[in-house]
């Protein structure tokens, strides 16, 4: 895995500083506990508007705020200070390039478990292009992971201790000879992948499984609840079986960092004919269209960095 690209600089705690001077105590709560809320976000450049446009920003800092009250992080910025300090840092960086936002919200210094303060916040930015398999697809298994349910660690939060989780179906799926994982609930249906939501083409529906299946709620995942019908077929939301991922006609794993990527198999089992199928292609050129400000529709959605959107 290449290593990823160290910005010049980071906001800590509202200021800008230098990226190597954006550091926390080794004895930090949202180190030692990990009492730390998080949030990352894409930003989009467009070179005809020679504009960057952070997406759905509103939505990534209430879901921020939630997570914080989750877990008991008193007294963080509101969304609108944070959302400042986002284009502040991406100007500061010259950032003209697809990139990736990330916030978090923590608890630093030195206390014990159940501390609720000080809080502190951080921000980076950095140039990040769109992965790989959003053209090639990836090949999955259902994890023997089980995912975390809400009256353990709600995963409907984005915090970083439910990443644990996730990291072990990962690991476990790439020693197998996968590329990611599906991850079952309690129930036995369907949750989600190790950082991202599940969909699948069943008799000319798109199906995704409910918040209450375990999931992250996703923004990715609401935005193309959203839009899917403008392009294709529109969505429902309910139980998915690990076995009607293996009658699927085409799926697809969806994320902030990874977008829309076409799931190719399944336990070695072809989706379809095993590779990216028309519908997902369809909606992967919508997406890509309507996050770059191509789209004046769903230009409400987007946060211009240098000025004024075209």
């Given at each position: ?117 000080p809080v502190a916040t951080s921000i980076i930015c950095r ?34 201790a439910n990443y644990l989780n996730s990291r072990l179906a ?40 409910p918040v209450t299946a375990g999931i992250l709620e996703s ?92």
């Open positions: 895995m290449t290593q990823a690209a160290r910005p010049p600089f980071a906001t800590m705690n509202g200021c800008i500083v230098p990226f190597e001077k954006a550091t926390v105590s080794i004895m930090a709560p949202g180190l030692t506990f990990s009492v730390l809320a998080f949030e990352g976000l894409r930003g989009y450049w467009n070179s005809a508007h020679e504009q960057l446009y952070v997406f759905r920003a509103p939505e990534h800092m209430a879901r921020l705020a939630f997570s914080s009250r989750v877990i008991e992080i008193d007294g963080i910025p509101d969304g609108q200070a944070l959302t400042a300090q986002t284009t502040e840092l991406a100007r500061a960086c010259e950032m003209r390039d697809d990139c990736y936002v990330r916030i978090q919200a923590y608890i630093d210094d030195l206390g014990d478990m159940s501390a609720r303060g140039p990040r292009g769109r992965v790989k398999s959003f053209v090639e697809g990836m090949h999955f298994c259902v994890s023997s992971w089980r995912r975390l349910p809400d009256d353990v660690s709600p995963p409907r939060i984005k915090a970083s990962g690991l476990e799926a790439k020693r197998d000879g996968y590329d990611s994982a599906v991850i079952l609930n309690r129930d036995g249906t369907v949750s989600e992948g190790p950082g991202g939501c599940i969909f699948m083409l069943r008799e000319g529906d798109w199906i995704t499984s923004i990715t995942r609401r935005t193309l609840i959203e839009v899917a019908g403008d392009v294709g077929p529109s969505v429902i939301e309910r139980d998915i079986d690990r076995t009607e991922l293996y009658d699927a006609d085409e799926a697809f794993y969806c994320g902030t960092g990874q977008e829309i990527v076409p799931i190719l198999s399944v336990d070695r089992k072809p989706v379809g004919d095993g590779s990216p199928g028309a519908e997902t292609r369809r909606l992967q050129a919508h997406y890509d269209a309507l996050v770059r400000g191509n789209l004046e529709q769903y230009r409400d959605w987007l946060t211009p960095v240098w000025g004024e959107p075209q």
